[in-house]
């Protein structure tokens, strides 16, 4: 991964596994959202696993396409785990919620197989 790349992701199945750092642009949501789409018109709901690693946020671009993005796709997803390192991350979690119907849980990355194991329990 190089130093602009902001976004990497892992697909399995249904669940998306993407790790994000810096401060995501624009352009870092123009290459996550048509995977995203896809998978959502494959298996109608997804899960996604989150882990943050020195991440700062997100550009005013960014949260823009991320609150459109939360709305667009309220319904589709069923699980959102978060993997993080700051309080803040944790209480991201807690922001979350409201604009989603998903079972949204925080872990620390101690906790990262935990978190796994959450995201793919039945």
């Known amino acids: 991964m190089n130093s602009t790349t902001h976004v990497a992701e892992q ?9 994000l750092h810096g401060k995501l642009s624009r352009a870092d949501y123009e290459r996550f959202v048509p995977e995203t789409e896809e998978l959502i018109r494959k298996y109608g709901k ?3 696993l989150i882990t943050m690693h020195d991440f700062h946020g997100w550009d005013a671009g960014a949260l823009w396409e991320d609150t459109k ?13 978060v993997v993080g390192e700051k309080t803040w991350h944790r209480l991201m979690t807690g922001f979350c919620r409201p604009f989603t119907a998903a079972q949204v ?3 620390t990355h101690e906790q ?4 796994r194991g959450w995201i793919n329990e039945i």
């Open 69 to 81: 993005w939360n709305a667009k796709h309220f319904n589709h997803i069923e699980r959102l785990a």
């Open 11 to 19: 697909v399995h199945g249904k669940m998306l596994e993407v790790d």
């Open 46 to 48: 997804i899960r996604i």
């Open 105 to 107: 849980r925080y872990f």
């Open 112 to 115: 990262l197989d935990a978190a």
